[in-house]
C-alpha cells in the first residue's frame, strides 16, 4: 500500500508543515521524499 502523509506542528517557535511518502511492503514501514518547509512563526500564524 502506498499512503501520502502530511501534517503540521510547532518547531523551535515556527509552525512547519512536513509532508512525507509511506510504503508498506510485507510487513515493513518504508517512509521516503520528506519534505519539511516552514509556514511561519507563531507570533503570524493564522489557526
Not at 502523509?5 to 517557535?13: G, H, L
Not at 508543515?17 to 493564522?46: H, M, P, Y
Amino acid at each position: 500500500m502506498v499512503r501520502h502523509n502530511i501534517t503540521k506542528y510547532v518547531e523551535d517557535n515556527e509552525l512547519v508543515a512536513e509532508a512525507w511518502l509511506q510504503i508498506d511492503l510485507f510487513g515493513f514501514t518504508f517512509c521516503f521524499s520528506r519534505q519539511k518547509v516552514k509556514i511561519s512563526t507563531l507570533e503570524n500564524a493564522d489557526f
